[in-house]
């Protein structure tokens, strides 16, 4: 019988495995830019556990092992920036990438009210432009960071979800 992958609340004992996975899946989009030098591979252990402290962060597990990882904050107008969507690559489209977004959403929602949320990636990240896109976040600006990489914005405002009509016998 095969084991399920589970999602939840990262804690301080994933950090390790959550910066050794960072580290692997970043490796691709250091080539696609020919940039080795980027945030997420020179990130440090104590930095990462910082931001365990400080946003949201939920990782997928494939029993023990984390195969996948988000992150997000909230600021005081309620834009949730959202970063660091990684998948292990064995498990990449799968849904996982989406089932984890969905769910840093949901928290960021629920636990610190956010209203619309924000990421960015890469001009040549296709492959996450499509899962962005297919989210329902749309671009709203583009900063030419170097001579190689453009980074887009994309955002998605919070939809409402209309109450349920309740039904009272004899009315």
Avoid: W
């Avoid at 990782?59 to 996948?68: K, Q």
């Amino acid at each position: 019988m095969g084991t399920s992958v589970t999602i939840s609340a990262a804690t301080d004992q994933d950090a390790e495995q959550i910066l050794k996975l960072q580290y692997l899946c970043y490796q691709q989009e250091a080539a696609l830019y020919d940039d080795y030098g980027i945030e997420p591979l020179t990130q440090s252990l104590d930095a990462l556990r910082a931001e365990l402290g400080e946003g949201c962060v939920v990782v997928a597990r494939l029993g023990e092992e984390v195969v996948g990882s988000v992150r997000g904050t909230v600021d005081a107008d309620g834009t949730a920036a959202i970063a660091k969507l990684i998948v292990h690559p064995r498990l990449q489209r799968h849904g996982l990438g989406g089932r984890l977004l969905a769910a840093v959403e949901e928290r960021l929602t629920a636990e610190r009210s956010a209203k619309r949320f924000r990421l960015f990636t890469g001009h040549r990240s296709e492959g996450n432009l499509r899962l962005y896109r297919s989210r329902g976040y749309a671009p709203i600006g583009t900063e030419q960071v170097s001579r190689r990489l453009s980074l887009i914005t994309l955002e998605k405002e919070l939809v409402a979800k209309e109450p349920a009509e309740v039904f009272v016998a004899g009315a």
